[in-house]
Structures are given as structure tokens and as C-alpha cells.
């Protein structure tokens, strides 16, 4: 199975920061790496696929970058509405599809 | 739009069984891979099987396996998964998610584009 492994695992930012996420995979798998937004008492939603192309609807301050074993998310001018928990998932090689383990992004 | 509307969570006791439904509507369902995918309490996602559009690839994680079955009516655009044998473990919010798959070049680039709002089970005595 491939392991996903986020960090950091909580981070705590001000609203206008900037903050990266990384999503580290114990084999390579290419570009097929997603980024999902969840809030609690809300379905997940997602952001990113192909490890950088961003899904219809996202804001453009988020974005995607990575290939192989290392990838990224970073949101830029943070705003009130980004302070979740961001999950990255491989879909390279299956079963299983495999989510990290979660970043949590909380208010300074 | 797309609706992915789940039913059939609820409390049962160990080594019981239950059965979720998803209804989908919004998007051409017969052509769509289906998934669901749980989240227990406190903790992060988990992916539960996949059945694709035709049926005819199945696939399960480990943790599941020989346990539920996952099944679809393209009929009527209906996506179920069927329980037996529920663990205190299997106690979570069960998600019924669509999955795309993003074409370019001689790539694709698969992802999971749509969830359902989730259904509860809790498997507790």
C-alpha cells in the first residue's frame, strides 16, 4: 500500500498568511494526487487533481505543485473561509486509495 | 447540479447489519465509477470500495472486505452498500462520492469530484 504522510499535521496561520502543506507518498505516483477541503459538519470538497489543476469553482489563491514522492499545497492570502482540514489522496495505484492523514489549519 | 443524497445509517449493535443507500441525480450516473468513503469520529478519511460504472470492477479496502458489499441500480440511479458484520471500528460517517476522471493528452487524471452530505452508523451495544 502507499503511505501518504502530511506535515505538518496542525498549523496555526493569520488570516492574509500564506501556508504550504506537504503530502509526501512512500513510492512514486506520477501526478495522481488530489487535495480536498473539509470542515466539519460539511461534505469534503475538492480543490486540486493531477497534483496541480484546479478544479472548477476553486479560488485561485489556492494552488498545487509536485510529482513522483513530494507534493504541495499552498494558499495564498488566507481568507476566514480556509481555516479547515485539508487532506491529500493518492489514486495511482489501487486498491487501496490512500488519504494522508490530515493538516488541520487553524486561526492564530 | 449534482445530488448525491445518502439513507439507511443508524445505530446497530454488533455483528449487525445495515444497508446504505445514495441517490444520484444531476449527472449521467450509468457512466460514473462510484465510491464510498467513512470517516470516524475525530479522525481522517478512509476509503471503503469502488464499483465502476458498469459493475463489472469491485473493489474494496482491506478493512472491509469480505464484510460489505458494494453494489449499484443504474436503473435507478441508486448506489448502495451493504453491511454485515459491523465492528465498534466501523462506526464513522459514510460517504457516498462520485469519481472523475480528467482527461489530457494520453493522460488521466482521476479524482473524487462530488460527496454526499454523509450517513451515520454507529455500531455500539
Known amino acids: 500500500d502507499i503511505q501518504l504522510t502530511q506535515s505538518p499535521s496542525f498549523l496555526s496561520a493569520s488570516v492574509g498568511d500564506r501556508v504550504t502543506i506537504t503530502c509526501r507518498a512512500s513510492q512514486g505516483i506520477s501526478r495522481d494526487l488530489a487535495w480536498y477541503q473539509a470542515k466539519s459538519g460539511r461534505a469534503p470538497s475538492l480543490l486540486i487533481y493531477g497534483a496541480s489543476i484546479l478544479q472548477r469553482g476553486v479560488p485561485s489563491r489556492f494552488s498545487g505543485s509536485g510529482s513522483g514522492t513530494e507534493f504541495t499545497l499552498t494558499i495564498n492570502n488566507l481568507q476566514p473561509e480556509d481555516f479547515a482540514t485539508y487532506y491529500c489522496q493518492q489514486l495511482h495505484t489501487y486498491p487501496p486509495i490512500t488519504f494522508g492523514q490530515g493538516t488541520r489549519l487553524d486561526i492564530k | 447540479e449534482v445530488q448525491l443524497v445518502e439513507s439507511g445509517g443508524g445505530l446497530v449493535q454488533p455483528g449487525g447489519s445495515l444497508r446504505l443507500s445514495c441517490a444520484a441525480s444531476g449527472f449521467n450516473f450509468s457512466m460514473a465509477g462510484m465510491n464510498w468513503v467513512r470517516q470516524a469520529p475525530g479522525k481522517g478519511l478512509e476509503w471503503v470500495a469502488y464499483i465502476y460504472a458498469d459493475s463489472n470492477t469491485i473493489l474494496y479496502a482491506d478493512s472491509v472486505k469480505g464484510r460489505f458489499t458494494i453494489s449499484r441500480d443504474n436503473a435507478k440511479r441508486s448506489l448502495y452498500l451493504e453491511m454485515k458484520n459491523l465492528r465498534a471500528e466501523d462506526t464513522g460517517l459514510y460517504y457516498c462520492?462520485?469519481?472523475?476522471?480528467?482527461?489530457?493528452?494520453?493522460?488521466?487524471?482521476?479524482?473524487?469530484?462530488?460527496w454526499g452530505q454523509g450517513s451515520l452508523v454507529t455500531v455500539s451495544s
Open positions: 462520492v462520485r469519481w472523475n476522471g480528467y482527461c489530457s493528452g494520453d493522460h488521466c487524471y482521476p479524482s473524487f469530484d462530488y
